[in-house]
């Protein structure tokens, strides 16, 4: 009986966790380069052990919470400073902490010329330098690899600054922070993307589905609302069994 009680609220417990996962993706589906979490649930007891500590009986948990790093939607802006990559990869910036991954590239200038993202981290140089233009005089451009270019009126270029672009070796263990940016976590480490392929004049959007998740959503709330039932049946069953072991 109580292993019954305890395999319901496992599953209440991991459902419930499930549904502030899909919480979290649904918010920032308008968020720009966001990468949607998502989880996978484990039995906590397996084989034999089920078996013979629990009767038979599933208990559950999440097992990972990991990021879809799949590539968004990209549409285009034609703001030359609003930048998509195009397949792997990341911007580098400088958080609060320390440098963070963003696939988001809405980016501007401050009135100092230091370029930065939307919430006014800078955006940092291979070498990790943050990239700062001063006056520019001319037009603003990057290209297709990450160079940070003037043209003057002439027509004349002048290289300025070169975009990090990086990839990491273990996406599973990117941890989170705000503004859908990332951390490194331990056991990744940077390495160079092959092939920068980066969109001026484009953003790319969250890789959040919201019919799915809304369909998930629904889903994980039915299995809640069953679990949270087979917990209450329990309970009830056990008050009853009270009551009739105290007639004697």
Do not use: C, W
Request: aromatic share 6%; hydrophobic share 40%.
């Amino acid at each position: 009986m109580v292993s019954g009680k305890y395999s319901a609220l496992t599953g209440a417990v991991a459902r419930e966790q499930s549904l502030a996962n899909i919480s979290h993706n649904l918010a920032n589906v308008t968020t720009g380069g966001y990468k949607r979490m998502t989880v996978s649930f484990e039995s906590i007891l397996r084989g034999e052990q089920q078996t013979a500590a629990a009767n038979g009986l599933n208990y559950n948990r999440i097992k990972h919470n990991f990021s879809d790093l799949r590539q968004g939607p990209v549409k285009e802006t034609g703001n030359p400073l609003d930048l998509a990559l195009q397949g792997p990869g990341f911007f580098k910036v400088l958080g609060p902490e320390g440098p963070l991954l963003t696939r988001n590239g809405a980016f501007v200038l401050d009135q100092n010329g230091a370029l930065r993202t939307h919430n006014g981290y800078p955006v940092l140089a291979q070498g990790d330098a943050p990239i700062e233009l001063g006056v520019v005089a001319g037009t603003l451009a990057v290209s297709g690899q990450g160079a940070v270019f003037v043209v003057d009126q002439e027509g004349n270029r002048e290289e300025l600054a070169q975009l990090a672009v990086v990839d990491v070796d273990n996406p599973n263990n990117l941890q989170r922070r705000d503004y859908g940016a990332f951390a490194l976590g331990e056991g990744v480490a940077e390495q160079p993307v092959e092939e920068v392929v980066i969109l001026s004049g484009s953003l790319e959007g969250s890789n959040t589905n919201m019919v799915e998740e809304m369909a998930q959503m629904v889903n994980s709330h039915r299995l809640y609302e069953i679990y949270l039932k087979a917990i209450k049946a329990y309970s009830t069953i056990s008050e009853k069994q009270e009551d009739l072991g105290s007639l004697s």
